[in-house]
DNA sequence: CTCTATGCTTAGATTGTCTAAGTAACTCTA
DNA sequence: TAGAGTTACTTAGACAATCTAAGCATAGAG
């Protein structure tokens, strides 16, 4: 089990697709990716709340500070709709490039 | 079938494997991949030559001119060992990637 | 003789993620 | 009650990777 990096490309797609679960405040977001990855993806926050600003800025994601049960403030994010419709395009994109990775690494 | 964008990070694997199967040059290296992708993936030239150049720097592949059955020069790469053992690596790694994105996408 | 395909080269822009540092408040433990 | 660890966010700058765009040169087809 060695530590992964995410791959550059994907990360939009990592977060809208978690934040299409349920709305998550930008560091339950990087615990979701770690708990879905069994702790293998590393999402770093130099990463993460960046793409999530700009990803609010293109209107995919909206946000709404508010208390956590553990009485902290944290900005609280959800899927747009138009957020939806950009994750199944980047839903799609993924599954093409990985069946075209598939059949590259299958050359023989 | 739409077209399709290399995933940044993928493109020395890409390359690493088409060479494993037989030396090429550039322009062949670039057809396979296009190929393999039933003409999904375009490698486009600026990132395909640069990489082949940073790929020998660092010992992967080699090279020697050569002449192509049509009489044009062409510079033929083959994978060295360094570069199987440097295939086998990103290769495992892409295999890591694409299954803790499986997971993540999985997600419900 | 012009057009298309083959084949290579390189400068610079652009994009995306990471490094690294900082702020701040809460909880637990000694 | 002081300190450590966790939660939670912010931002500047570095860095790596790919793309855009332009160019050079030759061969074969029409």
Do not use: C
């Amino acid at each position: 089990m060695t530590k992964l990096n995410i791959l550059p490309g994907t990360l939009d797609l990592i977060v809208l697709k978690v934040l299409s679960i349920e709305p998550l405040h930008g560091y339950a977001v990087s615990q979701r990716v770690q708990a879905a990855s069994n702790g293998r993806l590393l999402l770093e926050e130099g990463s993460l709340y960046p793409a999530l600003y700009r990803m609010e800025r293109k209107g995919w994601i909206e946000s709404e500070w508010q208390k956590t049960d553990n009485g902290r403030r944290a900005r609280v994010y959800r899927l747009s709709d138009e957020g939806g419709r950009q994750l199944a395009q980047e839903e799609a994109n993924w599954l093409g490039v990985s069946a075209v990775m598939g059949s590259i690494l299958d050359l023989k």
